[in-house]
């Protein structure tokens, strides 16, 4: 891909940095709502193993290995994968290390990833965190999430 984009390997390497910031960020958002929204820090990241074991993870209130580690695993890697195509994309333009440019394009992966999630995933590999969070909330994560990119990507390029 040419334009403002960057190779394969190096979109790979970055964006599992971001994707883990972006993660991390999201998780700790995950946590506070969740514990807001259904009394339980780890409802909702527990959710999100429910493309395992159906409905029954979107009631579960305490960690376990089961739900919580399987919930964050899949979790953490949807970040990655959209951190991935994040650095693919936008790459060239993020090695700009201006925020006027990192946030608008962390902005717009956030949004076609919400957009991808809800609007054209089925209901079974849906995140399943909406299922413990309010919609404000959701959406909320979904800031935590765009700002782990930005954060991330300006902090990777701070040495270039």
Partial sequence: MQGNGTDWGTSIKRGLVSGTTASVASTAALAALGKRDSGSAVAPVNAVSHWFFGDKAARQERPTKKYTLTGYAIH???????????????????????????LPAAAATTAVACFTDYKLT??????????????????AVYVAFGLGLAAAALLLRHDD
């Fill in 76 to 102: 953490h890697a949807s970040a990655v994968f959209w951190a991935v195509l994040f650095e693919r994309v936008f790459g060239k333009l993020l090695d700009s290390r201006q925020a006027r440019s990192v």
């Fill in 122 to 139: 089925p209901e079974r590999f849906q995140p399943g965190f909406e299922k413990r969070l309010t919609t404000p909330s959701v959406a």
